[in-house]
């Protein structure tokens, strides 16, 4: 609609309707709160082995992408917040990476939450002795097409 308006034919674009049809009820709820949300932390819950002498260190990812947006979104199936987050990077409205070379925040509050929502807390009491985790902090951008295909499609809170 927006390209048929001639004041607003600059923020849309022909691939909107693509991105559109290619959202779940519950990303689209998703992307609303992206839009409304002024910060966007997240968490990756690195699994590591304490190493016995001579060996190695490594990790593997416990969580990728946690974050409390699906429940601020109020989603159907919250739990699939981090999938619902991958399918929106891949549609290029958001970018979320994963791992050290990540932005984070400055202020650490905004994490808070995050290390200490009862999902990791019971994830943690679940490990064993020779286990130990790390959290890495960073948070979710919404990309220049992402922002434009927000100001397009989506209406800014205090108006609805």
Not at 11 to 23: D, G, Q, R, W, Y
Not at 72 to 96: G, H, Q
Not at 114 to 134: A, C, F, T, V
Request: proline share 6%; with cysteine; charged share 30%.
């Amino acid at each position: 609609a927006n390209a048929m308006d001639k004041n607003k034919v600059q923020k849309a674009h022909p691939s909107f309707v693509n991105v559109i049809s290619e959202l779940s009820p519950d990303e689209a709820r998703l992307v609303q709160t992206l839009f409304d949300e002024e910060v966007l932390p997240k968490i990756d819950v690195r699994l590591k082995t304490k190493p016995k002498e001579g060996e190695s260190k490594g990790h593997v990812y416990a969580f990728i992408n946690f974050t409390t947006l699906g429940d601020k979104a109020k989603l159907e199936y919250p739990d699939l917040t981090p999938s619902y987050l991958s399918n929106l990077e891949r549609l290029n409205i958001i970018s979320c990476p994963t791992g050290s070379f990540q932005e984070s925040y400055t202020n650490k509050e905004y994490y808070k939450d995050l290390e200490e929502h009862p999902i990791i807390l019971d994830y943690k009491k679940s490990l064993s002795e020779d286990k130990e985790i790390e959290i890495v902090q960073g948070s979710i951008t919404i990309t220049d097409f992402g922002k434009m295909f927000m100001d397009a499609v989506l209406t800014p809170s205090e108006e609805r």
